[in-house]
């Protein structure tokens, strides 16, 4: 079965410090990828996609950067947060033979 | 932007009722999905209309489709306690979704 992984669960992290939030999928293979950010009450905005190993794009400039190194792994960056980053993160998968997106357990991450 | 609107933001009905949930899109879409999110999880997935689709069941769920207007709207029949949650639209174009800013719904028993 298709199983979608992402952590840490919560991050409270200081201004200027680097991020890494890692988000796997299990089950399908070359799927396509998504970080979203979700605000307090809001909806969520589309951050990155990914269609394949390495091809990454980007939904609005921003602080964050997006990798995919392996098929099934999608990581979300920075180098420096900000305030304005903290938020919930939401990783998504689409598998080929489906059209709904499958959502991890978010993250939900607080600067300070 | 290509977000869509949900309305009304807050809804409160008594168990048993019916929840109606609207949602307005800016573009053209591949299909309309509506997810539902438990207060502080991730989305999960309740129903797909496509766009030559005008209304399709599900259970208690009924989901309609106006094109023309650009619009959805989400019925939740016989509402439950355990309905309690964030409902948001989306719509899909090619490999991209665009989230509706999403309806909270409480379902009092």
């Known amino acids: 079965s298709q199983t979608i992984h992402q952590w840490p669960a919560t991050l409270v992290q200081p201004v200027g410090s680097p991020l890494s939030l890692e988000c796997t999928v299990e089950?399908?293979?070359?799927?396509?990828l998504y970080w979203y950010r979700q605000a307090a009450g809001r909806g969520l905005q589309l951050l990155f996609y990914?269609?394949?190993?390495?091809?990454i794009s980007s939904e609005v400039p921003q602080n964050l950067s997006a990798s995919r190194p392996q098929d099934r792994q999608f990581i979300l960056s920075s180098k420096k947060l900000l305030l304005s980053d903290s938020g919930f993160y939401l990783c998504a998968f689409l598998a080929a033979s489906y059209n709904e997106q499958f959502f991890g357990p978010g993250t939900r991450l607080t600067v300070l | 932007s290509q977000q869509g609107e949900e309305d009304p933001q807050a809804l409160s009905i008594q168990e048993g009722e019916n929840a109606t949930m609207n949602c307005s899109y800016k573009t053209s879409i591949n299909n309309l999905q509506w997810y539902r999110q438990n207060s502080g999880r991730g989305l999960v997935h309740l129903i797909l209309i496509r766009s030559n689709e005008r209304e399709k069941h599900s259970g208690r769920l009924r989901v309609t489709l106006d094109t023309s207007k650009k619009s959805s709207s989400l019925l939740i029949t016989a509402s439950r306690a355990a309905d309690t949650a964030s409902y948001f639209c989306a719509t899909a174009l090619g490999n991209q979704f665009y989230f509706g800013t999403g309806t909270s719904l409480t379902v009092i028993p």
């Open positions: 089950g399908t293979s070359n799927p396509n």
């Open positions: 990914s269609v394949g190993i390495g091809q």
